[in-house]
């Protein structure tokens, strides 16, 4: 079974950072794309980043490119989002997702086969 868990999300003051982890497990993981996704109140989900596994090739959003970067540790088939330089618009519900083989830029909803819960991140004085 496929299954995607993120942790890390929580409160924390703008100019502040935050480390997410999408933490997969059932599928293997280089044959695959983990992307990051957001949904604030009131507001359509958006990506917000996405790794290609096998190729090492990251894309971001504009409003978090330079403050946020995506990585992985292969090993514990792990995908990590740095968000650095927190504004109050980054407060949003974050979730990862999976693609197979590599990101669609921007993503989509409908290629992702599997999601997590999602984690909340709160950046509020």
């Known amino acids: 079974e496929v299954q995607l868990v993120e942790s890390g999300g929580g409160l924390v003051q703008p100019g502040g950072s935050l480390n997410l982890s999408c933490a997969t497990s059932g599928f293997i993981f280089d044959d695959y794309a983990i992307a990051w996704f957001r949904q604030a109140p009131g507001k359509e989900r958006e990506g917000v980043s996405c790794y290609s596994i096998s190729d090492d090739e990251a894309f971001y959003a504009d409003s978090v490119k330079g403050r946020f970067t995506i990585s992985s540790d292969n090993a514990k088939s792990t995908v990590y989002l740095q968000m650095n330089s927190l504004r109050p618009e980054d407060t949003a519900i974050y979730y990862c997702?999976?693609?197979?083989?590599?990101?669609?830029?921007?993503?989509?909803?409908?290629?992702?086969?599997?999601w997590g819960k999602g984690t909340l991140v709160t950046v509020s004085s």
């Open positions: 997702a999976s693609e197979v083989a590599l990101c669609t830029w921007p993503p989509e909803d409908d290629l992702m086969n599997a």
